[in-house]
């Protein structure tokens, strides 16, 4: 029996294996600050609506008040149901594309490296803006039975804490999921538990 020649070939040296690491620093930075600055932005104009200074906020509830899609609905409901459908919705699509890239690719190199993180993150800051709106837009009495009080005349709807927390919690993932890779390096499979 012959042996083929390629049989014989032995390789000088082994591939190196790629670093374990998490996402470059640059995109942890770019992130973090967009992050910072719109949350900065959406707690000033929280903060304007509630001693108010500004408008805006109370003009776009009155906006969803009168909306076919919202009518009959008190605006601090309305505006933030529809910022959070919205965003779902993002948030959905680009979670799919987002899964169906990382079984076609593999890992990706950071939250900004894949062009699904995008629609992810903006949905899921979406998701926390809709909460805070619905914390900071009823200004008079209790929004409802079961409101959190917040300062001495401030109630926040349960829905719109529990849905800040949730928005909040799942944006973490990201730099939770950016942590356990610098830490314990790549997984075996597609999943890491923050992410």
Not at 7 to 30: N, T, Y
Not at 90 to 109: F, K, N, P, Q, V
Not at 178 to 185: A, E, K, L, P, Y
Request: no cysteine; net charge positive.
């Amino acid at each position: 029996m012959r042996i083929p020649a390629e049989a014989h070939i032995v390789p000088l040296a082994a591939a190196p294996a790629p670093g374990a690491g998490g996402a470059a620093l640059d995109q942890v930075l770019i992130a973090s600050t967009g992050a910072a600055v719109l949350t900065g932005a959406l707690l000033l104009l929280g903060y304007g609506h509630r001693t108010g200074r500004s408008t805006v906020l109370a003009r776009g509830a009155a906006f969803f008040e009168r909306h076919p899609m919202t009518r009959g609905l008190p605006g601090w409901v309305g505006f933030p149901t529809v910022v959070a459908m919205f965003s779902l919705i993002t948030a959905l699509l680009g979670m799919y594309w987002d899964i169906s890239l990382h079984i076609s690719r593999g890992r990706d190199e950071g939250p900004l490296a894949n062009i699904a993180h995008y629609p992810i993150l903006i949905g899921l800051f979406g998701i926390f803006t809709a909460g805070v709106l619905a914390m900071v837009l009823p200004r008079q009495g209790r929004p409802g039975p079961a409101a959190i009080r917040i300062t001495r005349d401030w109630y926040a709807p349960t829905g719109g804490v529990l849905l800040a927390g949730a928005g909040f919690y799942a944006l973490l993932g990201f730099p939770l999921d950016d942590v356990w890779h610098r830490i314990f390096g790549q997984d075996v499979t597609l999943w890491g538990p923050a992410g």
